[in-house]
């Protein structure tokens, strides 16, 4: 092959490079099984990956809120309380870059979740988000059981939360924002306390916005 022609094969093959660095695929986080079923007479290998479970709690309206409401949607979680004198105040000043990203956008939903129900009531929530500046349902606010909270939380959106009567405010949790796909799988986690990552995340959303709906069922 003369050298006309590797130069050309080298440009082709960085090209392609491009190409495919544009076709971002984010992780699926959680446990996996695999299975095997018949399809239309053929035996397939497929995987099973895990889900956000069903919950419902009350939201800064008195609304009843849960999954049932977020079906078909993209959504951002995280866990906070009102009265958090540490990260809480860093966290939901960033997180209001993903609700101006996509306030108007029907299919992307904010969650976040009171760890310190007994004094987060739907209307101290309420004022809570207005003080932010946050109207409307596509950032919702949610007070539900204690426990119920704190199971979702570590099992299954992977955020450690606690009651510390010795830390500021008398709670301690992590500070991730956890990304939730249409098929409720968990498709990333990023340090709600870092603009930058709150960045990717707004990407990252778009990128699922963009996956095709059936991709990894």
Sequence with gaps: MNKAAYLFLALI??????????NKTLPIYGNRTAVTKMVNGR?????????????KFV????????????AGKIYVADFFFTSCPSICPIMQRNMLAVYNAFKDTPDVKIISFTIDPKYD?????????EKLGVTGNSWLFLQGNRDTVYRIAEKNFLVAVSKDSTAAGGYVHQGWFVLVDKQKRVRGSYDGTDPKQVAQLIDDIK???????????
């Design 13 to 22: 093959c960085l090209c392609a490079c491009k190409f495919n660095s544009s």
């Design 43 to 55: 035996v397939v290998n497929d995987t099973i990956y895990a889900t956000i479970p069903p919950f």
């Design 59 to 70: 939201n800064q309206y008195g609304d009843s809120t849960g999954s049932q409401n977020l």
């Design 121 to 129: 009531t739907p209307p101290v929530l309420k004022n809570y988000a």
């Design 207 to 217: 990128t699922l916005k963009a996956e095709p709906a059936a991709a990894g069922k």
